[in-house]
């Protein structure tokens, strides 16, 4: 996420966009972001490679 808003940020930038609107800009972008890592099950979403893969969260389900 970290990566992403510096990417964004350098976007704004270059536009043009001063640091007051980018900051409002970014803190607006954070927050959707957040909100959707927040509802992802991120172990549910991890591909399993192995049958190790998921040792500790099977373990939780169980």
Not at 28 to 41: I, V
Request: no cysteine.
């Amino acid at each position: 996420m970290l990566s992403n808003m510096e990417n964004i940020n350098a976007i704004l930038i270059e536009k043009g966009v001063v640091k007051l609107e980018r900051l409002e800009e970014l803190s607006r972008l954070s927050e959707k972001q957040l909100k959707s890592l927040n509802a992802t099950d991120l172990i549910k979403s991890l591909k399993k490679e192995t049958d190790t893969t998921y040792i500790d969260a099977e373990k939780k389900d169980k």
